[in-house]
């Protein structure tokens, strides 16, 4: 087991340091060690919330202003609290349900953290 953490682009265990960086064999990425917790594994997208806190699958958000929904004789208020959210690539890029409604798509920057 190698002493230094594995890459955060491909997950490769045999990274070296070179100067102040550490090297990936495999993929030759080369990142700072200290600023690697902030970095997102390639292939999970990076999600923020309307006041730009990172999103995670899983998360609790609060919808922050009513929002229509097409077919529905209401709209979805502000301040309701959704539940589990898993995120997506594309325009809506949060997948969840919401009780009431059952499963959509919503907008990101219409949401806050839980």
Known sequence: MSEFPPCPKCGSEYAYPSDNLLVCPECFHEWNPEDAEGEVVEGEPKVL???????????????????????????????????????????????????????????????RKA
Request: net charge positive.
């Open 49 to 111: 919330d309307s006041n730009g806190n990172v999103l995670q699958n899983g998360d609790s958000v609060v919808v922050i202003k009513d929002l229509p929904v097409k077919g529905a004789p209401k709209p979805i208020k502000a301040g309701t609290k959704v539940k589990n959210i898993r995120l997506t690539d594309g325009d809506h890029n949060i997948d969840c349900k919401i009780d009431g409604f059952g499963s959509m798509g919503l907008k990101s920057e219409f949401v």
